[in-house]
């Protein structure tokens, strides 16, 4: 849909997940509720600068779904916010709340990552759409994302439905230049307690399933008229049905041809497509994983040309749509890239450089400490999902023995590992679980946690104290320790592993993003350097090789945590006072 621009008004440079949160803002949003993730994260970071907005980052995204959702059912328009991934976290009460349906507008964001840039998977959450049977809105460019949700907050309350809002990596990172506009305040809506409409239990879950129906009939019925889903006729010969950035990288291509861009992609508008086909010759479904589109035209029966399965992995780019007009497959070239690494000075190093010491089998999880299962250092064997650092920790230990710890990250244990911790109390697991408290959510740009005492808005909160929170949970043991003290680290590590008890160290200092702390690079001896690499498998990229087999150490990068100091036997490198 096009986006007609007031020259006369004020602009501003914005990504999608600004644009987005500038929309949600205009159109009058109250609540806003969402966990970090990448690239969903910066949605609610714009949002918070509105001292009309209640934002909130919680807990987990189930958590913030609840929150957003019942502030909907209240009677104010709310906003939801996640990663692919995150939607997982929530699904449970999203597939319930199609059923409730809504009081005032409630919009549900996901930003799917196609080309796994800081994700596990490459999850296509257009498919949740069509599992909930809710209607599904996808902007293809910041000042789409901006409008679009505005249009997502009336479908919401014209249609008592949560209204799903899909953004991918490129869209929510583009930047344009978009209007911005005043504020449209909205009216409290009326709350009225209603049994057969909020509580589902089976009798009015039944009938609730029944008009989710009803209302699917009447959202396929709207988006086959809606001006979301845009005819743009060109050359008659070649045709593309798309969605997303998708829209973008084929009209880059094919300039000239026709085009049916899906602005609201579900509930499927068969006919406005049916009708788009019969006047084109030769028409592409485009569209990035997986074959979403494609499968409901060929349920309809509509005859269309289709991606060859090889592209259903990775990032779709511009150059991929003349090799899906000619039915190639998709040519695989390498990436090149630097080594994703831990930063100089990460207090997250030293316990894997012992756990690599130790020889022990690690159970890890989704966060900046993910980076140890890299070589050199190779000390953590498992990531599945948020949370599953303790969980994971439990069935190895329960095969394996005793050799087995877990990590986990302070913000990941407050989103999902505290529920593991209990249940290894609760089935007698006896085990220790490392908490990596570098006191913030480092990986997804150093948002604050409940862990932290600090809101998003940068407010004094009740703080949570995780050794409390440990001890509650059943732990025997729970120990704090600072891992730069790496031989305390090493001797409290051994013998915890070696008791029948389960215990949890938390390694704690702040990440360096958070306090920067820097002192002077440690010194280089090289007439004392015996060239044995030990040093370079701490894999700090302030200490490099160099031709000769010796090392040296980059002094401006290098923020003077004295680790190698420690680590290296010949006393070539020394502590700078």
């Known amino acids: 849909m096009p986006v007609k621009n007031n020259l006369n008004a004020p602009h501003a440079l914005l990504s999608g997940d600004e644009a987005l949160a500038q929309g949600a803002y205009e159109a009058g949003v109250k609540v806003a509720a969402s966990y970090p993730g990448t690239p969903a994260t910066e949605i609610l970071e714009y949002m918070s600068k509105f001292d009309e907005v209640d934002c909130q980052w919680s807990v987990n995204e189930k958590v913030a779904y609840e929150v957003a959702y019942s502030s909907a059912v209240a009677g104010v328009r709310a906003i939801f916010?996640?990663?692919?991934?995150?939607?997982?976290?929530?699904?449970?009460?999203?597939?319930?709340?199609?059923?409730?349906?809504?009081?005032?507008?409630?919009?549900?964001?996901?930003?799917?990552?196609?080309?796994?840039?800081?994700s596990q998977?490459?999850?296509?959450?257009?498919?949740?759409?069509?599992?909930?049977?809710?209607?599904?809105?996808?902007?293809?460019?910041?000042?789409?994302?901006?409008?679009?949700?505005?249009?997502?907050?009336?479908?919401?309350?014209?249609?008592?439905?949560?209204?799903?809002?899909?953004?991918?990596?490129?869209?929510?990172?583009?930047?344009?230049?978009?209007?911005?506009?005043?504020?449209?305040?909205?009216?409290k809506k009326h709350y009225r307690p209603c049994f057969e409409k909020y509580v589902m239990v089976p009798k009015n879950a039944g009938a609730r399933h029944a008009e989710l129906e009803k209302r699917l009939a009447r959202l396929k019925k709207y988006s086959g008229s809606s001006s979301l889903n845009a005819v743009e006729m060109g050359d008659k010969k070649i045709g593309f049905i798309t969605s997303g950035v998708s829209y973008l990288y084929a009209k880059e291509m094919y300039p000239g041809a026709s085009f049916l861009k899906l602005g609201m992609s579900y509930p499927f508008p068969e006919e406005k497509v049916r009708d788009f086909v019969k006047k084109v010759k030769t028409v592409y479904v485009i569209e990035e994983l997986e074959p979403f589109i494609e499968e409901q035209c060929k349920i309809a029966g509509i005859k269309i040309k289709t991606k060859d399965e090889s592209f259903r992995v990775g990032e779709l780019r511009p150059e991929h749509i003349p090799l899906i007009v000619a039915g190639d497959k998709k040519k695989h070239t390498e990436k090149l890239s630097r080594k994703p690494v831990l930063c100089p000075g990460c207090s997250h190093r030293p316990v894997f450089w012992v756990l690599n010491k130790l020889k022990l089998n690690v159970a890890g999880d989704i966060g900046c400490y993910t980076l140890g299962a890299s070589a050199p250092l190779s000390a953590l064997h498992t990531c599945l999902c948020m949370g599953s650092g303790d969980t994971i920790l439990e069935g190895f230990t329960k095969v394996l023995g005793r050799n087995v710890v877990g990590?986990?990250?302070?913000?990941?244990?407050?989103?999902?590992?505290?529920?593991?911790?209990?249940?290894?109390?609760?089935?007698?697991?006896?085990?220790?679980?490392?908490?990596?408290?570098?006191?913030?959510?480092?990986?997804?740009?150093?948002?604050?946690?409940?862990?932290?005492?600090?809101?998003?808005?940068?407010?004094?909160?009740?703080?949570?104290?995780?050794?409390?929170?440990?001890?509650?949970?059943?732990?025997?043991?729970?120990?704090?320790?600072?891992?730069?003290?790496?031989?305390?680290?090493?001797?409290?590590?051994?013998k915890r592993t070696g008791e029948d008890k389960l215990s949890v160290i938390i390694s704690r200092y702040p990440c360096r993003l958070v306090e920067r702390r820097k002192s002077s690079a440690p010194l280089f001896l090289m007439d004392k350097c015996k060239k044995c690499g030990l040093c370079l498998k701490l894999d700090c990229p302030s200490i490099k090789k160099e031709d000769d087999g010796s090392v040296s150490i980059d002094a401006v990068t290098c923020v003077g945590c004295n680790l190698c100091v420690d680590v290296c036997p010949f006393g070539a490198i020394l502590k700078n006072d």
Not at 160 to 168: A, C, E, K, S, Y
Not at 480 to 489: A, N, R
């Open 407 to 494: 990590v986990m990250g302070d913000s990941t244990f407050v989103h999902s590992g505290i529920t593991g911790l209990i249940n290894l109390a609760y089935n007698k697991t006896n085990t220790v679980l490392i908490i990596l408290d570098n006191s913030t959510t480092g990986m997804t740009g150093s948002q604050p946690h409940p862990a932290t005492g600090i809101t998003i808005k940068g407010e004094r909160t009740k703080k949570l104290v995780l050794e409390d929170i440990c001890r509650a949970a059943g732990a025997d043991n729970v120990d704090v320790i600072d891992p730069f003290k790496i031989k305390e680290l090493e001797f409290l590590i051994k």
């Open 81 to 118: 916010s996640a990663k692919h991934v995150g939607l997982n976290v929530a699904m449970d009460s999203i597939m319930t709340s199609a059923y409730t349906g809504i009081n005032a507008g409630f919009v549900v964001v996901t930003c799917d990552e196609p080309g796994l840039h800081s």
């Open 121 to 187: 998977n490459e999850q296509d959450n257009r498919l949740l759409a069509k599992m909930a049977k809710l209607p599904l809105i996808e902007p293809s460019s910041p000042s789409e994302a901006k409008e679009f949700v505005k249009k997502a907050f009336e479908i919401s309350e014209k249609f008592d439905t949560p209204v799903i809002l899909r953004l991918t990596t490129r869209i929510a990172h583009t930047k344009e230049n978009v209007l911005v506009e005043k504020r449209q305040e909205q009216a």
